[in-house]
């Protein structure tokens, strides 16, 4: 069955048709700047060149509607008709605590969506938005919903529960979620394939290191506990966002400066993490590995403190589940990066773990970078969002 996956956000909507027998990619895209000026579509058929389409998108269903022509065009399509599409994939950000799992599609479950639009501002609407526009275009068509939050949902209280008065969680449903949950679950299933052992008789940290970034212990197939929280603010230091602190810097930079929590917040999201850190030399891990290279310092202070909160959480995470069989590095920098890698796996000694130099810098392939012999295996899993939600996508529709 054909399975269109969509990840709308709230001027883009990304895409790929992948055929859930033979798990290949058929097509991919995007399309930018919707409701934008300047919006246009990006479109490559496996195998194929990349198409560029400068186009008017006034809205999501009209961005739809022209992914929906590129896929069935005479000359460069992929399918004859939309009857080819058996179903579709939605990526969705926030599930709240009414989904742990992959679900279709319905009314009402559209309205428990819209229930968590509070909780997840940004991503949820435009999420709701993409559904409504395919479901318009493509009627008839079975539509499920991946949550990033769902794979979390099975975290214990201790994990989940801030600190603060009850009445907060009882009242505004105010908890640990946690994000990147399709990425920590197909990663942590892979690992185990890898491995050649069932994900339930492992331990395995996940360390999904991209421009966002998040850690999270699975203990036996699991989830027990992710760093980020209520929101993606939480966690490690990410390209531009905070990751944790003392919750106090807010006040205090509020009195010095008297700027609003709307203005604080934006600085905790958009001018922090590696960003902040390096006096805004980049946020981008690649300017910033170059330059520590080269001995730049700002460089250097941001990747620094970077690998120390990783190390910090792979540290808690060993402790919360009594030890760990297997350390993941997955996404962007998780992947790509033997240098990050490196400054990582160097404090983890005492798991036993030495690095495999010349594994540690293959690219692009499911790799232990581990020597053998070592305690905790250290692996490599290229994540594969849009697989993992074709696949669920196509478990529902045809159960
Ligand atoms: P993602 O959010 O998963 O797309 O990851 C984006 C981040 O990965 C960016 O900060 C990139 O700089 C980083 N990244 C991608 N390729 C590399 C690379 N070869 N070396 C270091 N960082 C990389």
Do not use: W
């Not at 794979?151 to 908890?175: S, V």
């Not at 692009?364 to 074709?390: C, F, Q």
């Amino acid at each position: 069955m054909n399975i269109l996956v969509i990840n709308c956000g709230s001027s883009s909507l990304k895409f790929q048709l992948i055929d859930s027998e033979s798990e290949k990619l058929i097509a991919k895209g995007l399309c930018e700047r919707i409701a934008i000026e300047g919006s246009r579509l990006v479109y490559t058929p496996a195998g194929g060149e990349k198409q560029i389409t400068e186009a008017p998108m006034r809205d999501h269903k009209e961005a739809v509607s022209l992914v929906l022509k590129a896929l069935t065009d005479e000359k460069t399509g992929v399918v004859k008709s939309l009857d080819e599409i058996g179903a579709v994939g939605h990526r969705l950000v926030h599930g709240g605590e009414h989904f742990s799992k992959a679900t279709l599609i319905t009314e009402e479950v559209k309205k428990a969506i819209q229930d968590c639009c509070e909780l997840a501002p940004l991503h949820n609407p435009a999420n709701l938005i993409g559904i409504e526009a395919c479901e318009a275009l493509m009627p008839g068509t079975p539509m499920v919903g991946v949550f990033d939050t769902a794979f979390h949902q099975t975290m214990p209280e201790e994990a989940y529960m801030y600190a603060i008065p009850y009445r907060y969680y009882q009242d505004y449903k105010i908890r640990r979620y946690g994000f990147h949950g399709t990425s920590h679950a197909y990663v942590s299933k892979r690992a185990a394939a890898v491995l050649g052992q069932p994900v339930e008789s492992l331990k395995t940290i996940v360390c999904h290191l991209g421009n966002g970034a998040s850690v999270s212990a699975v203990k036996y197939g699991k989830c027990i506990d992710t760093s980020m929280g209520l929101t993606p603010l939480e966690g490690l230091v990410m390209g531009t966002r905070s990751g944790d602190i003392d919750p106090a810097i807010i006040e205090f930079i509020a009195h010095k400066e008297g700027k609003s929590i709307d203005e604080i917040m934006n600085i905790l999201n958009k001018e922090s993490g590696v960003y902040g850190l390096s006096n805004g030399f980049s946020s981008d891990f690649r300017d910033l590995e170059d330059a520590y290279l080269e001995g730049n310092e700002d460089a250097a202070r941001a990747l620094k403190a970077f690998s120390q909160r990783v190390i910090k959480y792979i540290g808690a995470y060993v402790a919360e589940m009594d030890g760990a069989d297997a350390i993941c590095f997955t996404a962007g920098l998780g992947e790509n990066s033997p240098i990050i890698r490196d400054m990582v796996c160097a404090s983890l000694s005492y798991l036993g773990i030495t690095l495999d130099e010349e594994a540690n810098h293959k690219r692009g392939e499911e790799i232990i970078i581990s020597r053998p012999g070592s305690g905790t295996k250290v692996l490599v899993i290229p994540t594969n969002e849009e697989l993992a939600i074709a696949r669920e996508t196509a478990e529902i529709v045809k159960s």
